[in-house]
């Protein structure tokens, strides 16, 4: 159980300034956690930072697709809680343009960049991108557009998803036809599995009982690849089978996130708690006196807000 006082942490996240999926992820860290005033006050900073085209929730990068969606069931519960407008019209708006004008694939997968991004010689914009998988599906989920959820989720997958190890490589370049990278990125593992435990509970809400059983089957999977790669300390490299690459707490709270989540919501046997509890005994050494986990691999509003999440579903 974790003992440590939460609010410094807490606290520490929302002091940091961060683009737009970090922002997001912050923002599902206190939805998550049940922090209902917190959510409501930093929402209302998501949304008026928002772009003034279709997307919504969007800051420093204009250039990104769905990554503001990240932000959008937070915001969703934001409009519940307060009941203001201006949250509804902002998700409304969100699922408008990821459902009818974000740039996609020819079989219909949203791509990570806008069409004008210039992403260097070589490569284009018609990328796929592993951390999308909790971008889009997840919200398009809680929208209650499961069937767009799992296309796009099963997008990301088949272009991403190496056969021999059955984990995401990190980005694939459709317009040149090659891989950007084939790291198999520990963070882009972690949220293509957040990404779809979020989706189960969606699917059980919706009584899509198939599609539910269909994603646990997957996210089983998915982590179980995923934990042949932790250290005996509990944590991750950063690049999973790349021993060179710094050790990484982001990835090891956000499996911790889908382990407490999983056994909370019946999907998932609870022998591997410990593989959980090793994650956040490794990050709570990290925590300095001002609630900032020094991860060693950055990423830290990713590395904040999983330890908050975890932390939430441990307490289930």
């Not at 956690?33 to 409501?40: H, N, Q, R, T």
């Not at 697709?65 to 969100?94: H, I, Q």
């Not at 599906?137 to 499961?146: H, I, K």
């Not at 956000?254 to 593989?275: F, P, T």
Request: aromatic residues 10%; glycine residues 8%; negative net charge.
């Amino acid at each position: 159980m974790i003992t440590l006082n939460l609010n410094k942490i807490i606290n520490a996240s929302l002091c940091l300034e961060t683009d737009c999926f970090g922002r997001g992820f912050i923002a599902q860290s206190l939805c998550e956690s049940g922090e209902d005033g917190m959510l409501a006050a930093y929402s209302y900073a998501l949304v008026n930072s928002g772009a003034n085209d279709r997307q919504t929730f969007l800051s420093h990068d204009r250039f990104l697709v769905a990554d503001p969606a990240v932000s959008g069931e937070a915001v969703l519960r934001a409009f519940e809680l307060t009941g203001d407008t201006c949250f509804k019209a902002n998700v409304d708006n969100m699922l408008g343009y990821l459902m009818m004008h974000a740039p996609r694939t020819t079989d219909g997968v949203i791509f990570h960049y806008k069409e004008n991004y210039n992403v260097g010689p070589g490569y284009t914009p018609m990328q796929i991108w592993a951390c999308d998988c909790y971008a889009a599906p997840p919200f398009l989920a809680v929208m209650g557009e499961l069937t767009e959820a799992t296309k796009q989720y099963a997008g990301f997958y088949n272009y991403l998803v190496d056969e021999r190890t059955g984990l995401f490589f990190e980005s694939y370049d459709i317009g040149s036809n090659m891989y950007v990278s084939q790291r198999l990125s520990g963070t882009g593992n972690a949220l293509a599995l957040l990404g779809a435990a979020r989706m189960i509970a969606n699917a059980a809400i919706h009584n899509k009982i198939e599609v539910a059983t269909d994603l646990s089957d997957a996210a089983v999977q998915l982590l179980k690849n995923i934990l042949k790669f932790q250290l005996d300390d509990g944590l991750f490299y950063k690049i999973l089978n790349d021993p060179l690459s710094p050790r990484d707490t982001a990835t090891a709270l956000m499996a911790a996130c889908v382990i407490y989540r999983g056994i909370s919501e019946g999907w998932l046997e609870d022998d591997l708690r410990q593989n959980a509890d090793k994650a956040i005994d490794a990050a709570e050494k990290q925590i300095n006196e001002y609630g900032f986990i020094q991860n060693p691999a950055g990423m830290t509003a990713l590395t904040q807000s999983a330890f908050i999440i975890a932390n939430a579903w441990q307490c289930k």
